[in-house]
T-cell receptor, first 111, second 119 residues
Framework: QKEVEQDPGPLSVPEGAIVSLNCTYS??????FMWYRQYSRKGPELLMY????GNKEDGRFTAQVDKSSKYISLFIRDSQPSDSATYLC???????????FGTGTRLTVIP | GAVVSQHPSWVICKSGTSVKIECRSL??????MFWYRQFPKQSLMLMAT?????????EQGVEKDKFLINHASLTLSTLTVTSAHPEDSSFYIC???????????????FGPGTRLLVL
């Protein structure tokens, strides 16, 4: 079993839709959770960073962490064609350096 | 803030030559940097963790003599692919973790990546 599971998609939605992206994980020691956006042929860009459980909102993006279910989500409201990219979840244990990544979900927002 | 640069952005080389890729943190210091490679439509694969002033830590299956890492300062790490072969062609991405003391030091910031093509 992989430590982090993420549906690779692809996911296509019409412009303006609400997008829900999810990851599950198996290691209860993970405390730091991140979402990265990666455009084609570019490096990942940090979108959201959350510590432990709870919600965090930044503009059209909301990150949720449910540690009891080992489940994290990223919601994108009023999706735009420019949101079309691959979204990677990542997480880390306290005191550890390396991140564990999901496989990434490829999102296309259709104008 | 939190900008990481990589140079070159792409490189084409002949089989058997060595290629050096630079990773710089432009507006913060990074005790720890990371090197990843990514194949098309796949996620990032961690190759090694680069620690300033000490030897890099390589992931299982990554040849340390083939992928030489040097982290000589708090803002620069280099990856040298020695005697490159076509199977080394990939997208190499570095990341940097800001040194402790900053609010966002628990995460990593990625460079734009270097595309390597070995002929």
């Amino acid at each position: 079993q992989k430590e982090v599971e993420q549906d690779p998609g692809p996911l296509s939605v019409p412009e303006g839709a609400i997008v829900s992206l999810n990851c599950t994980y198996s290691n209860s020691a993970f405390q730091y959770f991140m979402w990265y956006r990666q455009y084609s042929r570019k490096g990942p860009e940090l979108l959201m960073y959350t510590y432990s459980s709870g919600n965090k909102e930044d503009g059209r993006f909301t990150a949720q962490v449910d540690k009891s279910s080992k489940y994290i989500s990223l919601f994108i409201r009023d999706s735009q064609p420019s949101d079309s990219a691959t979204y990677l979840c990542a997480m880390r244990r306290p005191g550890a350096n390396n991140l564990f990544f999901g496989t990434g979900t490829r999102l296309t927002v259709i104008p | 803030g939190a900008v990481v640069s990589q140079h070159p952005s792409w490189v084409i080389c002949k089989s058997g030559t060595s290629v050096k890729i630079e990773c710089r943190s432009l507006d913060f210091q990074a005790t720890t940097m990371f090197w990843y490679r990514q194949f098309p439509k796949q996620s990032l694969m961690l190759m090694a963790t680069s620690n300033e002033g000490s030897k890099a830590t390589y992931e299982q299956g990554v040849e340390k003599d083939k992928f030489l890492i040097n982290h000589a300062s708090l803002t620069l790490s280099t990856l040298t692919v020695t005697s490159a072969h076509p199977e080394d062609s990939s997208f190499y991405i570095c990341s940097a973790r800001p040194s402790s003391g900053r609010a966002f030091s628990e995460t990593q910031y990625f460079g734009p990546g270097t595309r390597l093509l070995v002929l």
